[in-house]
C-alpha cells in the first residue's frame, strides 16, 4: 500500500484498507494511552473514521465474496503489528532497532492518510 498504488477498486481491497488502517491507527490510540502520552483529536478521528468505512463497505464485500471474518481477521492482523512496532520503538534497548522500529510505524500510518480527505 505505496503512495503509487492506486485507490482499492473492489469491495475486498476496500474492506482490506480500511480494516488495516483501523488496526493500526487502534493500536496507536491504545499504546499512547498505555503509556500516559496524548493521543493527537485527528489520530483519534482518522481511527473512527476508518471504523466507519469499514462497517460501511463489509456488506458489499461479503456479497462480493469475502467471508466475514476475514476483515477481523485484517485488523487484529494490522493492530498486533503496529503494536510490537511501537512497543521495539519506544522500549527496545538497541538504539537502531528503535530507530527503525519509529520509522515503520510512521510509515505504516502514513500509508493510511491517503484514503482520507484532509
Not at 463497505?57 to 494490522?78: C, E, F, R, S
Not at 519506544?90 to 493510511?112: G, H, M, P, S
Request: hydrophobic letters at 40%; a negative charge; one cysteine or more.
Amino acid at each position: 500500500m505505496g503512495s503509487t498504488q492506486p485507490w482499492p477498486t473492489s469491495p475486498s481491497e476496500r474492506v482490506q484498507v480500511f480494516a488495516t488502517c483501523a488496526g493500526r491507527l487502534s493500536a496507536f490510540v491504545d499504546h499512547q494511552r498505555t503509556i500516559g502520552g496524548q493521543v493527537p483529536e485527528q489520530l483519534e478521528t482518522q481511527r473512527g473514521d476508518f471504523e466507519a468505512l469499514l462497517t460501511a463497505t463489509i456488506p458489499d464485500a461479503v456479497d462480493y465474496g469475502l467471508p466475514q471474518a476475514q476483515a477481523m481477521n485484517w485488523q487484529i492482523h494490522a493492530k498486533l503489528a503496529q503494536s510490537r512496532l511501537l512497543m521495539r520503538a519506544d522500549f527496545y534497548d538497541d538504539a537502531v532497532i528503535k530507530a527503525k522500529a519509529r520509522e515503520a510505524a510512521d510509515a505504516f500510518l502514513r500509508e493510511c492518510d491517503r484514503f482520507l480527505l484532509g
